[in-house]
Every structure is written in structure tokens, then in C-alpha cells.
């Protein structure tokens, strides 16, 4: 029998685990562009999708051993093995080394640093939205070192280089996948 965790039961282990708004809207941004991409390529949602909702799961408590602690936290709850590497994957070159090497740990490791440079994007629009956001928009703002100069806009392009496609295409589907929880992570705003 296969082990299967619902999305319903990942978010209260998130919600165990993570208490700031601002890291929960972050889970629930990766969560829909993991999805976005598992629809993309034909894969499996639900797991890609919990995978993107508990990427983050020891920032908070850890923030010094992010995913170092991911194991220690979702081991008890009984995930698998394939889930925890995908998490621990996201912080490759970054706080370990363990690489990327299923599409879907591609994905969350392309997509984790980028989100952010596209919400910091949506809320300098007059709308303050991503529904009306535009590749060209993002592209203005990754080259300004200054704006979200948190993300490490290198990590994105070695992502985008790992999964065989361009920045502007990375960019996109990150965006369409955004979109889709747009009000729920605050960026739907009236265009």
C-alpha cells in the first residue's frame, strides 16, 4: 500500500510548524506554481503540490539549518523518502548539496527564489496585482540588483538552465502559476 498525505493534512503540519503570515503566503505561492508545473508536464499535482506547500518547513523554527532540519520534522509523519529529498533539493549550492535531479526538485529550486522577485514585481504596479503582470515587467526588475535584493537571481538561472528552458518561459509559467491563488497570497487587487 502506498502512503499518501492529503493537501488538507500538509497544511496543518505546516501550520504546526510555520506561524508568520508572510511564510504561509509564501508556501501556499509555491504550492499553486508546483502545481502549475505537475499540470504543465503531466505529473502527479497532489504530490508536487504538497511538496511546494512544505518546502519551507524548517525556515521558521531553523532558519541557520534550513533544510537541514526537514527530515527530523516530516519523518514522523511519515513522508517518504522521495518527498523529503525533493524538499532538501530546493537548498542545493545554497545550505547543502544535495542536487536537483527529478523534474520536480528542478522545479521547486527554479521556482522557490523566483516567486518572491514576482510578488516584490506586482506590488510596484499601480494595481498592485499579478492577474495584469507581464513577463517584460519582471525582466525591468530582475536587472535592478537593488530591488529584492534577496533573491539570488543566480539560483533562478541555474534552475531555468536545469530544466532545459529560458528565463523569460520560467518566468511565465511562474507567473500563470501565481495567478491561480492570486487572492489568497494577496495579489489578486481590482485590475
Known amino acids: 500500500m502506498t ?5 488538507e493534512q500538509a497544511l496543518e503540519i505546516l501550520k504546526t510548524h510555520v506561524k508568520a503570515d508572510h511564510l504561509i503566503r509564501h508556501a501556499l505561492t509555491v504550492e499553486a506554481v508546483m502545481r502549475y508545473f505537475a499540470e504543465l508536464y503531466g ?4 504530490k508536487w503540490g504538497i511538496i511546494g506547500l512544505l518546502h519551507d518547513i524548517d525556515f521558521e523554527k531553523y532558519p541557520e539549518q ?3 532540519k526537514v527530515r527530523e520534522l516530516l519523518s514522523p509523519y511519515g ?3 522521495e518527498y523529503m529529498r ?5 537548498g542545493y549550492g545554497i545550505v547543502n548539496d544535495v542536487e536537483p535531479m527529478a523534474r ?4 521547486l529550486f527554479a521556482t522557490d527564489e523566483l516567486t518572491g522577485l514576482i510578488a516584490a514585481t ?4 499601480p494595481s498592485r496585482s499579478i492577474l495584469d503582470l ?3 515587467s519582471v525582466k525591468k526588475k530582475w536587472k535592478q540588483k537593488g530591488f529584492a535584493a534577496g533573491v539570488d537571481r543566480e539560483v533562478v538561472k541555474k534552475g531555468a538552465e536545469m530544466l532545459g528552458i529560458e528565463l523569460d518561459e520560467l518566468i511565465d509559467h511562474t507567473i500563470k502559476g501565481m495567478r491561480t491563488v492570486a487572492e489568497e497570497i494577496g495579489l489578486k487587487c481590482e485590475l
Open 79 to 81: 513522508f517518504q523518502e
Open 66 to 68: 534550513h533544510c537541514q
Open 43 to 46: 505529473e502527479d499535482v497532489e
Open 134 to 136: 507581464e513577463v517584460s
Open 3 to 7: 502512503w499518501t498525505c492529503s493537501r
Open 104 to 107: 520536480m526538485e528542478k522545479v
Open 86 to 90: 525533493a524538499i532538501e533539493s530546493h
Open 122 to 125: 506586482a506590488l510596484m504596479r
